[in-house]
């Protein structure tokens, strides 16, 4: 059953935007030239800018080009996602150059070290690889060391001085004629040049494929279709707080007004549009979206089956929001060691602040919402007057003190009978089950204010 479960959640989630998916469209082949492709690594490294580095690559090895060119200008950003490309990198069969337009820091060092050949611009950078916190202060030890152990171990895989990968991390170790204690190494072009990190001063693509005698070529420039610009969109937190409050709100709505259909259709739409951007990223995995359907099962069940507010309501609000922050985090199985603090308080605000949200807008603008055009194009909201022949049977004040069971479940409003014909019916707070004996109490309007003989 759980393989049947897991393998249908796999096919929605591929579904909903793979059948729409716009592929780039590959350069005409030409025969006998060569083909180079070109991606632009110009923004800060995270799970979009991964994405797009595996699209890249993939499309490169689809259209069977000879070289790659990473064009390149970041300032880094995620250690984890940063290692992910450069494994990308180093795994590709083709050979793969970095051309360093402007900055290639902390992560961007990284990546540009995993490259075959490193170009640069007048003016260039490259370095300052210190793992950093949100708050721009450097990272604990174990950050430092993991990076040290990766720049180091890339740089020698491409024949780099290894111990000058290490200074642009950690401002303790000394490479002699190059950098002593308290500082961590960038270079310029040309000191890049000159202990061998960078191959040539250049002024554009063009001119690395003429240092490379590559002539008569085909440039093929990497761009995302139209499907995978808005899967990154929706991975911004941000973006992610405003779909959890859609789904909050589409519930609720739902709820007070059973059968309307658009806002659960609106909720539904909002929560696929939450979840699949995160699992086509390789965020979300199965266990998070099966722990963020249980609770929102639970939280089902707490409204419409189980009485009172106990602890299906409380599990089912903490699998909610702890799933929700853990499918935008890049974390093994709760483990955290490598996610930075700033994602993981981002991810945080994001999921909390949407509910939050959600639970104000269902407090402040609740009411407001069946005044808008758009509730009364789905709602009946016209007023049914006695002067234009409607007529309304209103209950007596023989009611009061008449007993009767309750035809529906009172949570706290529903039906009762009495003498065999259905009413409206509300009690004063309590859970009455269906079937239960009643007695009437008070009357509001049409309708009636019961309790249980019971209890």
Known sequence: MMRKLLFIIEICLVAAFGAFAQKPVATQ??????????MDIKAEIDSRMLRYVKLALEHAEKTKADYVIVDMDTYGGVLTDAKEIVDLIMDYKKPIWVYINSDAASAGALISISCDSIYMSPGASIGAATVVEGDGKAAPDKYQSYMRSIMRSTAEENHRDPRIAEGMVDERVVVDSIKQAGKVITFTTNEAIKYHYCEAKVNSIEEILTRNEIHNY??????????????????NPFISGLLILLIIGGIYFELQAPGTVFPIAA???????????????????????????????????EIFIIPGFGVAGVLGISLTVVSLVLIMLNNDFFNFEFVPLGDILTATFAAVGGLAGGALLLFFGGAK?????AFKRIALTDTQE??????????EPSFIGKTG?????????GKVM?????????????YIPKGEAIEVVGTEGITLKVRSVNR
Do not use: C
């Open 369 to 373: 919402l069946t005044q808008t055009k």
């Open 405 to 413: 069971i309750s035809h529906t479940v009172l949570r706290p409003s």
């Open 267 to 301: 909720a539904m739409v909002a929560l696929v549009l939450y979840l699949v951007p995160y699992y086509l990223n390789g965020l979300a995995q199965y266990w998070e979206i099966i722990a963020l359907l249980v609770g929102i099962i639970l939280l089902i069940a």
């Open 29 to 38: 082949a030409v025969v006998g030239k060569p083909k180079v492709m070109v």
């Open 218 to 235: 085909e440039l093929d420039h990497f761009q995302l279709g139209a499907t995978e610009k808005i899967i990154a969109f929706f991975l």
């Open 418 to 430: 009495i003498d065999d014909q259905v009413y409206d019916a509300f009690t004063r707070g309590e």
């Open 386 to 395: 006695s002067s234009k022949g409607y007529s309304v049977r209103s209950t």
